[in-house]
């Protein structure tokens, strides 16, 4: 974890970082010193407003506005809350973190678990929750459980230990797990909102997302737009790794440049060949001039100037390093993390990781790059989730980037390791 030591906190409101601002592995009294603890708001006041008004999307990947997940989630359970508990709406903080390249979410559960817990326990006044969980890896949970018995408002928060799989953070997976005991991602189609766990009101977010929840639910949605930019307010943490002096969490502003996240963590910027931003199923790029964007970025490409954070992955390649090799074996991880249960998704990934080996190591001709292309699109919009979309999304994206490469390598050389492949 890196943060800025605190300069100063006027009124419980943290002036350096925002979310580790209690320190290391805070304890309750550490959390409350920091921030203070949530006021009671008058009649007046809605957590649905401040959200709405705050800008604030998940940051556990889609990036999806928190405010419309929290209103769906308002407006299904409305016509059930005479049904009793069976009806009342279920809140998951989801800190699975299956992405390899992630930590950001393990630091915070580690760091700031009040805050996590804070959020929660905010939107189940809001809503009337009457199921609350936090889903998180087994090395996250006594931790937690630490936490949780730290406070008397918190005991009813029961913890899930997710399994240790790419494709179980996914929100539909999430529930599913706390049905069946499986992690298995449901139709994308399914909306968790209107028929979640057991059919009722279900609301999954990042444990990052719950986090900034609990501080606009403190200090509101002019104090989370205080940081960041119009179109991508507030903070959001990153996981830098890869080439870089040592892997780091840093809490970044939203609409940070790419080059200076990469300074911030020691990178110098003309060591890099390219950036893998939002993970396994992220986009490949050139540092130079890109903005890391919000979800709400029109466009989000890189051809825009900004790309998605998705999962807040910033992985760094090394000039010298070959991005197609490193994309190869991307590849090959993500095909066998398929859930096994849609044919494109089951077969077509293997093809594609294949396809994507023989290209690295110069194994073919100008087919090679069409049979890359043919497979994509075969997988493409084939899975009941985002596994097979984001695949191709990594590859077109090395495609793309790696460009020069392709065509070094379908002559059997490297040009960034400088030999013969
Ligand atoms: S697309 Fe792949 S990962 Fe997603 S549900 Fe189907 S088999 Fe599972």
New binding site residues.
Partial sequence: MATEPLAGAPSGRPAGSRLFAAGAAAGHAAHLAAYGPVPRHGRDWSLAQELEASGLTGRGGAGFSAWRKFAAVDRARRPARYAGRAGRSVLIANGAEGEPLSFKDATLLHNAPHLVIDGLLAAAEALGAGSLFIYAGAARLPALAAALAERSDARHIALLEAPDAF?AG?SSAVVSFLETGRA???DVAGRLADGGFQGRPTLVHNVETWAHIALVARYGAGWFRAEGTAEDPGTRLVSVTGDVPSEVVLEVPGGSRLDGVLASAGVAGDAVSAVLVGGYHGRWVRPSGVVLGGGGVPGGGPESGSVRPGAGVVHVLARGRCGLAATARMVEYLAG??????G???FG?PALAGAMERLAAGRGGPELVREVGRLSGLVAG???????DGTVQLVGSALETFADDVRWHLAGQCQETGGAL
């Fill in positions: 494709v996914q298995l991602p449901r993390q398929s859930a096994r249960q849609c494109p998704c089951m990934l084939r899975g009941a989730c985002h596994h097979p």
